[in-house]
């Protein structure tokens, strides 16, 4: 789940505890264009006060206003806004988006701390909303569903749904990791060099001190896990991304210059992958923004890790005196081939 929503639901919590009456809209159906996809929450309070966000904020005002005229709904309901092109420019909803959302009263504090803990805990849950009753119940989520609404029943889905392995446990692999976790994604760390382990100290993550390729084989990897190898170890880092690239994992990467890299995609060929398998590999990783610190180059293979995840194929920029060279060579060639009249 965003952490935004996250934010949300804590806020929510908060206020009820503090004596509010406090509605959780959700964002449950889009069409065309829309400005926050399903799952997007906003929390409102009696007095108008709101946290989160389902549009630009035309629609946010609207539900105010409506929460001012209406008072509190007594059981949830479901609104939609830009049915008509007219409607869809009043609220600010491009190419004649249509958005659908629930209303949802909350009106005790101790009904979301279970959802809270569990999402603590790093689970991933669903929440089932009877549209009737207002009643809700949780349950063990799958990583393969997500929002579900038909009209009587909401299911929810909270917790971190992608999943990143980091080999090494580094500054980089620290900051990193800090990211990934704001992304939403459940981070586990792997080193087995004490000197490095016994110094990792990022909360919400999970170090393990075994062998990379081990690990990567214990855990499985899916279409929403992705490996990213940052020792500059081959004994460490090889092992483990071959047995990543052998499996559907999403991102499969490692840090290193293009010259280590194709170094490393030659040994990769005698451990027996494929062609399509070693190409797989994005190496260097991350995308070119002459980063130079820690925090630089984490941005760079964050980027490139949101990108693939949202089926984004991102550019890969060459550095200026490798594009130089580059177009150079080109024209090299085309020299060669001009026929002269």
């Not at 609207?62 to 007219?86: C, F, H, I």
């Not at 382990?197 to 990567?216: I, K």
């Not at 992958?273 to 941005?299: C, H, K, M, W, Y």
């Given at each position: 789940m965003d952490s935004l929503d996250l934010d949300v639901l804590q806020r929510a919590r908060q206020w009820l505890a503090e004596g509010h009456e406090v509605m959780l809209v959700t964002v449950v159906r889009t069409w065309g264009s829309s400005p926050r996809p399903p799952g997007a929450l906003l929390a409102m309070r009696e007095d108008g006060r709101a946290v989160g966000s389902v549009?630009?904020?035309?629609?946010?005002?609207?539900?105010?206003?409506?929460?001012?005229?209406?008072?509190?709904?007594?059981?949830?309901?479901?609104?939609?806004?830009?049915?008509?092109?007219?409607?869809?420019?009043?609220?600010?909803?491009?190419?004649?988006g249509t958005m659908v959302l629930t209303l949802e009263p909350l009106r005790d504090a101790t009904t979301l701390d279970p959802l809270l803990g569990a999402i603590g805990e790093g689970q991933l849950i669903e929440r089932v909303l009877d549209m009737r009753t207002g009643q809700a119940r949780l349950q063990r989520g799958h990583p393969e569903q997500g929002l579900r609404f038909d009209g009587e029943t909401l299911v929810s889905v909270f917790g971190p749904r992608y999943r990143l392995?980091?080999?090494?446990?580094?500054?980089?692999?620290?900051?990193?990791?800090?990211?990934?976790?704001?992304?939403?994604?459940?981070?586990?760390?792997?080193?087995?060099?004490?000197?490095?382990?016994?110094?990792?100290?990022?909360?919400?993550?999970?170090?393990?001190?075994?062998?990379?390729?081990?690990?990567?084989?214990?855990?499985?990897p899916d279409a929403r896990m992705a490996v990213i190898a940052l020792t500059h170890d081959p004994k460490l880092d090889d092992l483990a991304l071959?047995?990543?690239?052998?499996?559907?994992?999403?991102?499969?990467?490692?840090?290193?210059?293009?010259?280590?890299?194709?170094?490393?995609?030659?040994?990769?060929?005698?451990?027996?992958?494929?062609?399509?398998?070693?190409?797989?590999?994005?190496?260097?990783?991350?995308?070119?923004?002459?980063?130079?610190?820690?925090?630089?180059?984490?941005?760079?293979?964050?980027?490139?890790?949101?990108?693939?995840?949202?089926?984004?194929?991102?550019?890969?920029?060459?550095?200026?005196?490798?594009?130089?060279?580059?177009?150079?060579?080109?024209?090299?060639?085309?020299?060669?081939?001009?026929?002269?009249?």
């Open positions: 549009s630009g904020g035309c629609i946010e005002d609207d539900l105010m206003d409506r929460l001012r005229k209406e008072g509190m709904p007594a059981t949830p309901r479901e609104v939609s806004y830009g049915v008509g092109a007219e409607e869809a420019r009043r609220f600010g909803l491009p190419c004649g392995l980091i080999i090494g446990a580094g500054q980089l692999s620290s900051v990193l990791a800090r990211m990934a976790l704001a992304l939403d994604f459940a981070v586990t760390v792997c080193d087995p060099r004490a000197e490095w382990a016994d110094e990792w100290a990022v909360p919400g993550t999970t170090l393990s001190r075994q062998m990379p390729d081990d690990l990567v084989i214990d855990m499985k071959m047995e990543a690239l052998r499996t559907e994992a999403f991102y499969v990467a490692a840090l290193g210059s293009r010259h280590n890299n194709a170094a490393r995609r030659e040994r990769l060929r005698e451990f027996d992958l494929d062609e399509q398998q070693v190409a797989n590999l994005r190496g260097p990783a991350g995308l070119f923004i002459d980063s130079r610190t820690p925090a630089e180059i984490a941005v760079s293979i964050a980027a490139e890790l949101v990108a693939v995840k949202n089926g984004v194929a991102p550019e890969r920029v060459l550095p200026v005196g490798e594009a130089k060279a580059a177009l150079e060579r080109a024209q090299d060639t085309l020299s060669a081939c001009r026929i002269d009249p």
